[in-house]
């Protein structure tokens, strides 16, 4: 059985850094296409950050710069390290994985590709 669980999520002042975890179970984080998505209350779920089981990374232009997507094969864990955080920041954030016959381009973000998602962790930046 497949689990994502996110950790790292909290509140935080303009200007912050924090980082988030996703910690997998059932799959590897190294052979997928693994993400970062977020959603903010009345919006949609928007793509954040993705890597490929090759290393190649994609990011959205609103974090290119401030957010890096790595992982740690060794603790089968994706991070998202966040920097600059602004309050338009402020979402739920979750990880998921995409079904494994898909790399992560042409269709980053596509979310009917990702076959597993985590519950999210709460990121709140305040002004």
């Known amino acids: 059985q497949v689990q994502l669980v996110e950790s790292g999520g909290d509140s935080v002042q303009a200007g912050g850094s924090l980082r988030l975890s996703c910690t997998a179970s059932?799959?590897?984080?190294?052979?997928?296409?693994m993400g970062w998505f977020r959603q903010a209350p009345g919006k949609e779920r928007e793509g954040v950050a993705a890597?490929?089981?090759?290393?190649?990374?994609s990011y959205a232009d609103s974090v290119k710069g401030r957010f890096s997507i790595s992982r740690d094969n060794a603790k089968n864990t994706l991070v998202l390290q966040m920097d600059s955080l602004n309050p338009e920041d402020t979402a739920m954030y979750y990880c998921?994985?995409?079904?494994?016959?898909?790399?992560?381009?042409?269709?980053?973000?596509?979310?009917?590709?990702?076959?597993?998602w985590g519950q999210g962790t709460q990121v709140t930046v305040s002004s």
């Open positions: 998921a994985a995409k079904r494994t016959q898909f790399r992560c381009r042409p269709l980053v973000y596509a979310t009917d590709a990702y076959s597993n």
């Open positions: 059932g799959l590897s984080v190294n052979v997928r296409c």
């Open positions: 890597l490929d089981r090759d290393g190649d990374t």
